[in-house]
């Protein structure tokens, strides 16, 4: 468990997400404030989640948004889940990269793709 002193310097990434069929509606912290998105573009920035629904459900109303952010999806991230994802991808299982076994192609240096034409 965090202190409060620890969230203060480990910010989490936390957000709420809502299916609709316009978009993929996401509420998303971002430091102290929050941002309202849809599918990938931005819609504005927010002092709360609260105030960044509210905005939401205003400018979409055809979208029929839950109007508490309990009926939202919350995806909590925690502050070291970057770190170990990234630990994660890039771990070897007992494998030196001096003699890691390199892939090859199996085609032919001179032989172009099939159904691949030149018009240099």
Request: glycine residues 6%; charged residues 30%; hydrophobic residues 35%.
């Amino acid at each position: 468990m965090l202190s409060p002193s620890d969230m203060e310097r480990f910010p989490m990434v936390s957000q709420y997400v809502f299916p609709s069929s316009r978009g993929l509606f996401r509420i998303v912290s971002h430091g102290r404030r929050w941002r309202s998105l849809v599918d990938a573009r931005e819609w504005a920035r927010h002092d709360s989640a609260e105030a960044a629904l509210d905005a939401l459900r205003m400018s979409w109303p055809q979208a029929r948004l839950p109007q508490t952010l309990g009926e939202w999806r919350y995806l909590g991230e925690s502050p070291a889940l970057p770190h170990a994802r990234l630990a994660r991808a890039t771990r070897t299982t007992g494998v030196d990269p001096l003699h890691a076994r390199v892939r090859r192609s199996r085609r032919l240096q001179d032989r172009p793709s099939r159904g691949v034409t030149d018009h240099g």
